[in-house]
């Protein structure tokens, strides 16, 4: 089949994906959208990308395994330590300035950069005082996020990156071994909101002091990644945080104008007070 065919194939798979479904995928990045279909393709054993439209369409089971496939799972808590060692050395401080918080992990997907923050405001001590919204788009994602239960066989690796980040506890203070599973406290997630939304189609979410959107706009093109900047713009309180993941940059968004860098180098900005 020529890659022309696949291609139309793939936008008609989109359409009807937002027609049928209200899920709008027409504008992420195409070569990644791509790549993920046809790894779904060939997992079903189908022979096109219109046969998963045609069972798709006609069978309501398949589409949170074809969310699986076109959303990114893939995390580690504490991602990127760097990171959040300057949330704790360089943002904090300007947190606790504020009587109560609101923190938005946008694009939670299985929870890891949550618990990753909740740790952190806990070691903090502004843990009673911040209210978390966790959103995505999968409904299986955000189940796994409230769960709140992982691999014990990654979490060597959490514990390295918490560590790293300047982790003032040991993370085992903070989740339950039970056999080949992590199982992390409920009182992490018990001040935290977990909602359904889609960066491509709704609205500003309240007004937040540090937005955290990590290896999320890199899997949009230029007109959904100015959607999403200047949502998050418009979400946060004057002064307020916006973190993005190391490969993503808002020099080139048309939004950039209401940001000023903050920690360069991790890739952290603060909305300019207007």
Request: charged share 25%; with cysteine.
């Amino acid at each position: 089949m020529s890659e022309h065919i696949e291609d139309i194939e793939i936008q008609l798979l989109l359409d009807a994906l937002y027609r049928h479904y209200h899920y709008d995928f027409r504008h992420y990045a195409r070569a990644s959208i791509k790549r993920r279909l046809l790894q779904a393709r060939d997992k079903w054993g189908f022979d096109s990308i219109s046969a998963i439209q045609s069972a798709v369409l006609h069978d309501e089971t398949m589409l949170p395994q074809l969310l699986d496939f076109l959303t990114v799972q893939v995390s580690e808590m504490f991602r990127d330590p760097g990171y959040f060692r300057a949330l704790r050395e360089q943002v904090v401080p300007h947190l606790r300035t504020y009587p109560s918080l609101k923190v938005w992990v946008a694009g939670c997907s299985n929870g890891e950069e949550l618990y990753s923050l909740a740790i952190l405001f806990a070691e903090e001590g502004l843990a009673q005082r911040t209210i978390f919204y966790a959103t995505d788009i999968n409904p299986a994602a955000l189940k796994a996020a409230q769960a709140g239960i992982y691999p014990m066989d990654r979490i060597r690796l959490f514990t390295e990156n918490h560590q790293l980040s300047g982790g003032r506890s040991s993370l085992s203070d903070y989740y339950t071994a039970n056999y080949d599973r992590a199982i992390f406290d409920k009182s992490l997630r018990e001040r935290t909101v977990f909602s359904d939304h889609s960066l491509v189609t709704d609205a500003a979410f309240g007004e937040m002091h540090l937005i955290s959107c990590r290896n999320v706009l890199i899997y949009f093109d230029r007109a959904l990644q100015d959607r999403a900047v200047g949502l998050f713009g418009e979400s946060l309180a004057r002064g307020g945080f916006l973190g993005i993941g190391s490969k993503e940059s808002l020099r080139f968004s048309n939004q950039a104008a209401a940001f000023a860098p903050f920690v360069r180098e991790q890739k952290i900005y603060r909305r300019k007070s207007l």
